[in-house]
C-alpha cells in the first residue's frame, strides 16, 4: 500500500473556494492562503444553528504509543456521513511539529482517511502556532523586562514566575535553563525553561475563549507569578494583553481544509490532552455546529484525558451538548491490554483480546455516565481476525452498545458508511442526554475525587503537603469554582503508566496543582508531567527527504 504522504500527493484537491460553497460560504468570507487553505471570519458562527445540529464526539480507549487512529476514524466518518447523503464537516486539532518530527511524523489522519493538503496541515500551515509562541514569548519577555525596570518595576519575585518560554519542537536540553548571565545589561539572571507550544496556556486560552474580547480577557487573566509582599501578578497587571491579542489577531479565526474525497474539514488549535484540554477550540466547533448538519471532533489521548476534559470543561464552557460519542479501538491496542508485548500486537489472540476488553469496557461505561449513547469504532488493521472482531461485538452487545469496523484507512468514505449509519441512528433515536460529571461550584477535592473515582476507577486520591499548600493558595485565589484539568499519564487510567487493562485496588496521587486562570481551569498534576518532550533515539526526521521540486517524503 502506497503511503500516507504518497496518497495525500496523488490526490486532485479542489480549489478551497468549491469546498467551502459545500458549507454555503461564499468566497468574499474566505481569508485565502493559496489555493487549497482559507481563514474563516468569526462572523459565520449562527448560535441559531449550533442549537439544532449534531454533535459527535471521536474519542479512544487507553492508547498505544502509536495511537490508535482518532482523527483517521473522525476524518474516515465524514467522508461517510456524506457518502449516504448527511451534511458533515471533520473539526480537529492542529498537529505540533515536535511530534511530527520525533516519533508521530505526520497527524493529518492516515490512508485514504486524510486531511489534505498533508504537507502543510503537518508544518507550517497558516503560522497559528507561530502566533501563539511569539504571544507567549513577549509575556516572557515583558515579565524580565519588569523585573530588569527600574521605573515601573511591580516588585514581582523571580522565584515564584510560572511563566516558561515555549516553542514547538522536541528539546529536552532546554527544560531547565538558566537565563540573564553575562552581565547587568542582558537581565537577572533566574532559573527558567521552555515548555512546547501545545503545552502553552495561551493555546488553552484560544482552544477556550468564546469571541474576540473573551480572548484579550482570559490573556490577561494569566497568573504570572508573586511579588516579594506576596501579591499575585497577573499578564494584565504587565499590560501584556493588548500586545499579546495584536499577535493573534489572525491566528483566532479557524482554517478551513479538505478531506481526500473534498469534505470540509476545519482545523483550529491544538493543546496537549495529558496536560491541557485536548481539544479543538470552543471557536471552530461552534463554526463547524453553524455550517453543518454533522460536526466530528474529537479529543486527545483516551477517553479518561481528552473525552474527560471536553465533556467537563470544554462543553460547559461552550455551552455544547454531544449527541453521540465514538470510542475507537484497534485489536492491536485490546491485546496490548491484555498483557502483549511490542512485538506481539500484530499476532492474532482471543486470549490477550478477551482481557483487554475489561479496558475498552471502562470507557464504554464512563462515556454512558454523561448521558451520550456510544457507538464503537473497530478501527481495522491487517491483522485483525474474524474471531476477534466478533468477540469484541459480543462484548459490546452486551454493554447494549453497537460495535463496527472502520475501514476508512484502506477504503475512504466507503468503509465508514455503516459506522455513518449507526452515528445517524444514535442521533436520530434522541436518546442521549448530556450532563456533565460534576458540578464546577463543588470544592477543589470533591471534583478531583469525582474525577478520579468515577473515570478511572481509583479507590481514593492522596495528596502531598505541597499539593495541601496549593489547595489554600488557589483558595486564597478564589480560584476554587474552576474545573478541573487532570494531568497524568496517557497511558493507563491510573497515575502509573505500567498498570495497563483495568486495574482496580489503586490509588492516585496529586503532586502539586498548577493554575491556568486564563484558560479557566485548575491543574492537579499527578506523577511527573512533561511539558517539553525529547526527541527519540532515531527521529521520525531522519526518513524524510525533500527533492528539488520540492516534493517531500517520509512524512507518515
Partial sequence: ????????????????????????????????????????????IDESNIAKNNLVLVTALTPTPAGEGKTTTSIGLVEGLNKIGEKAVAVLREPSLGPVFGIKGGAAGGGYSQVVPMEDINLHFTGDFSAIEKANNLLAALIDNNIQSKTRNLGIDPRTIVWKRVMDMNDRALRNITIGLGGTANGIPREDGFNITPASEVMAILCMAKDFDDLKLRLGNIFVGFTFDKKPVYARDLKAEEAMTILLKDAVKPNLVQTLEGNPAIIHGGPFANIAQGTNTILATKMGLSLAKYTITEAGFGADLGAEKFLNIKCVAGGLKPKAIVVVATIRALRHHGGATKEEYNTPSIEKVTKGLENLGKHVENMQKFGVSPVVAINAFPSDTKEEVALIKSFCSQMNVKAVEAKGFAEGGDGMAELAKEVVAIVEKGESNFKPLYNWNLGVKEKIEKIAKEIYGADGVKYSSKAENDIKQITELGLEELPICMAKTQKSFSDDDQLLGRPTGFSVTVREFEYAVGAGFIIPILGNMMRMPGLPAIPASEGMTIDSNGVISGLS
Fill in 1 to 44: 500500500m502506497l503511503s500516507d504522504i504518497e496518497i495525500a500527493q496523488l490526490n486532485k484537491m479542489e480549489h478551497i473556494t468549491n469546498v467551502a460553497q459545500k458549507l454555503n460560504i461564499v468566497e468574499d468570507d474566505l481569508e485565502l492562503y493559496g489555493k487549497f487553505k482559507a481563514k474563516l471570519p468569526l462572523s459565520l
